[in-house]
């Protein structure tokens, strides 16, 4: 019979020993330019051994520009896995030893051209926790200043503006899908009915 937990029983457990899996071996299956894949064999709670395929990642960043009319700085990139052009929020994979707001700082700046002033840590999202360690922390920019922007080789992207209600229309569409930029549509609304108060630094 199933066992049914609610909330605040849940979150106060201290352990999910009858959850947890314990890792036992590490194969490397490719590493290439971005993806490090490997194979772990864990030991399930219940005795069983399985395979666990995952990618890891370094971790990345995602920043939502504030403009001082309220719009938002957005992108539109060509997405080969899903064939199509993506509308996103200016994201970006951290620098080895390279901390979280000084990678939101350069992203930002080489992708957009823009500087900002005040920055708010929203919280972070797993995009795919099925496959891949990859956590993204989301950063709001304000007071924001135009400069040159300092893109990759091969990083072809125009650069937006966009009203927040306009996003969230796109995505009762369809036609935004993003996930992490949906993620922060959700972080921008919060703010915007007043159940979350950035601490802006």
């Known amino acids: 019979m199933t066992t049914w937990r609610d909330w605040p029983e849940l979150a106060l457990l201290e352990q999910d020993s009858h959850l947890r899996e314990r890792s ?3 194969q490397e299956v490719f590493r290439g330019r971005l993806l490090h ?4 064999t ?10 666990r395929e995952l990618i890891l990642h370094p971790g990345a960043v995602m920043v939502i520009p504030i403009l001082d009319d309220g719009r938002v700085v957005v992108e539109r990139q ?20 390279e901390s979280s707001l000084d990678c939101a700082r350069r992203e930002l700046r080489e992708e957009t051209g823009l500087s900002a002033a ?6 972070a999202m797993a995009p795919s926790v099925a496959y891949t360690d990859e956590l993204i922390d989301i950063w709001l920019a304000q007071s924001l ?8 080789e091969g990083e072809l992207l125009d650069v937006c503006l966009s009203t927040v209600d306009g996003l969230e229309q796109m995505a009762r569409e369809g ?19 007043g159940s979350w108060t950035p601490e802006w630094r």
């Open 42 to 51: 864990v030991a399930m709670p219940d005795g069983q051994q399985a395979t």
């Open 37 to 40: 894949v490997v194979r772990d």
């Open 78 to 97: 060509y997405r080969h896995p899903l064939g199509r052009v993506v509308v996103e929020f200016p994201a970006g994979k951290k620098d080895p030893q």
């Open 145 to 152: 200043t135009a400069g040159e922007t300092a893109r990759d």
């Open 118 to 123: 005040r920055w708010a840590y929203a919280g």
């Open 175 to 193: 036609e935004l899908v993003d996930s992490k930029t949906l993620t922060g549509l959700w972080w921008l609304r919060s703010w915007r009915d």
């Open 24 to 26: 036992l071996a590490r």
